[in-house]
T-cell receptor, first 110, second 112 residues
Framework: GQNIDQPTEMTATEGAIVQINCTYQTSGFNGLFWYQQHAGEAPTFLSYNVLDGLEEKGRFSSFLSRSKGYSYLLLKELQMKDSASYLCAVREGGGNKLTFGTGTQLKVEL | SQTIHQWPATLVQPVGSPLSLECTVEGTSNPNLYWYRQAAGRGLQLLFYSVGIGQISSEVPQNLSASRPQDRQFILSSKKLLLSDSGFYLC???????????FGPGTRLTVL
């Protein structure tokens, strides 16, 4: 089984940088995903890490350390529209099943 | 490009009534398909997944069932709804050999 931990809530200022952490425990790690979910909407794919290191995609970056069971999502130049829940999900083994964390609710303020 | 549809978007049902939610995918063949439920303030819970027609794996014991009568159609059903079945139901698909999953717009179910 898997255990995935994320902070429940975070608040940040427009234009700033915020880092959302995710820690996991799994017996057969095979990739980590970040999704963004606005209230009342479906999750949308942000990033995928399977090897250690940083993956950058525009204002969003995701980092993975497999030895530490740790990932973070970095959001730069925050905008009001970035207010959403950010879900960390882990793939275990060779199948396609993902286990999701409960999400981090990010609030961007002026 | 691929698209995924779910209907209805919202549904209000009495306790004990049946349920049928439908999901269809366009623009791809032989996808893996998934049903998730998201209860208020909680994470996504995988309910069922399917790797092909008629092949269903259940993740959580419950009064729900799933069927895949066609390659790109996935149906979630219940014979008698419970109050605890209320939630946001999401269908997702993935390509063979690629682990990422892509979600449909969801159905918000309220059981009264």
């Amino acid at each position: 089984g898997q255990n995935i931990d994320q902070p429940t809530e975070m608040t940040a200022t427009e234009g700033a940088i915020v880092q959302i952490n995710c820690t996991y425990q799994t017996s057969g790690f095979n990739g980590l995903f970040w999704y963004q979910q606005h209230a009342g909407e479906a999750p949308t794919f942000l990033s995928y890490n399977v090897l250690d290191g940083l993956e950058e995609k525009g204002r969003f970056s995701s980092f993975l350390s497999r030895s530490k069971g740790y990932s973070y999502l970095l959001l730069k130049e925050l905008q009001m529209k970035d207010s959403a829940s950010y879900l960390c999900a882990v793939r275990e083994g060779g199948g396609n099943k993902l286990t999701f964390g409960t999400g981090t609710q990010l609030k961007v303020e002026l | 490009s691929q698209t995924i549809h779910q209907w209805p978007a919202t549904l209000v049902q009495p306790v004990g009534s049946p349920l049928s939610l439908e999901c269809t995918v366009e623009g791809t063949s032989n996808p893996n398909l998934y049903w998730y439920r998201q209860a208020a303030g909680r994470g996504l819970q995988l309910l069922f997944y399917s790797v092909g027609i008629g092949q269903i794996s259940s993740e959580v014991p419950q009064n729900l069932s799933a069927s895949r009568p066609q390659d790109r159609q996935f149906i979630l059903s219940s014979k008698k709804l419970l109050l605890s079945d209320s939630g946001f139901y999401l269908c997702a698909w993935s390509l063979r050999g690629y682990p990422g999953q892509f979600f449909g717009p969801g159905t918000r179910l309220t059981v009264l």
